[in-house]
């Protein structure tokens, strides 16, 4: 998988604007396995705002600079204070939000370890390719952390999603294949690529058609409703609950 070239100063989120409208989205923090701390996600949250006004825009893809993490969830090595942590949960949710609320669909690349929020990213996405490197779990429920069931019971029906969410086993690729989860399967590092030929594929129907029909799924599912309910169980988690860590 290559990488795009950096500004001097690293960026732990890198973008690429493609010919054909689509806009490639990059993790950069391999030390990390692509962890999210808060400056990272305000930065995705960012280039989603953004992302959602262009109408030039046709998909999007979120990828990773290492194949060995697309991202390993929230990054609880980050030194915070209470308010802190709170803060990093309103990241969390806004990220899950604005993930929903894109007007384009959005294609994971789902390479190493796609885990806690990094499921939720993988699950959020409209359509997803799974190298063959994949581990992707639930984790939440070890550390009571309530989120899963607004996005995974939708793709792949009430008593998968439960087995996984509550067992917090890791799902491999064959496996996520064929329960429906992901729609196609590469070697790790033919995988973004191959999203970005689905990607491609998008692109080029009726610009218009697609943001409809985007609409219209969102409508029918009624996701906006389901990521809200559940996005306040996180954020009463991370305020009166246990939380997640802080460093």
Not at 48 to 60: K, P, T
Not at 222 to 235: M, P, Q, S, V
Request: proline share 4%; glycine share 10%.
């Amino acid at each position: 998988m290559s990488q795009s070239s950096a500004s001097p100063t690293r960026s732990s989120l890198l973008r690429e604007r493609r010919e054909d409208g689509v806009e490639l989205v990059r993790i950069n923090r391999p030390d990390k396995r692509n962890a999210l701390d808060t400056a990272t996600l305000h930065l995705l949250n960012e280039a989603l705002v953004e992302l959602a006004a262009d109408v030039s825009l046709r998909a999007v893809v979120l990828s990773t600079t290492s194949t060995t993490a697309f991202c390993a969830g929230a990054d609880v090595s980050e030194p915070l204070d209470a308010a802190g942590g709170v803060a990093r949960m309103v990241a969390f949710a806004e990220l899950y939000r604005l993930l929903d609320e894109l007007p384009v669909p959005s294609i994971a690349v789902c390479v190493g370890n796609c885990v806690g929020a990094g499921a939720e990213i993988v699950a959020g996405c409209d359509l997803r390719v799974a190298g063959d490197n994949l581990k992707l779990a639930w984790a939440g429920s070890r550390l009571g952390v309530p989120v899963g069931p607004a996005r995974l019971t939708q793709l792949i029906g009430l008593s998968r999603a439960k087995e996984l969410i509550y067992t917090g086993r890791a799902v491999g690729a064959a496996e996520a294949a064929s329960i429906g989860l992901v729609q196609h399967t590469a070697p790790e590092d033919e995988a973004e690529a191959t999203a970005l030929t689905l990607a491609g594929a998008v692109a080029r129907q009726s610009p218009g058609g697609i943001r409809t029909l985007k609409e219209m799924f969102r409508e029918l599912e009624d996701t906006a409703a389901r990521i809200g309910y559940e996005n306040e169980r996180l954020l009463d988690f991370q305020r009166n609950g246990a939380g997640l860590p802080q460093g």
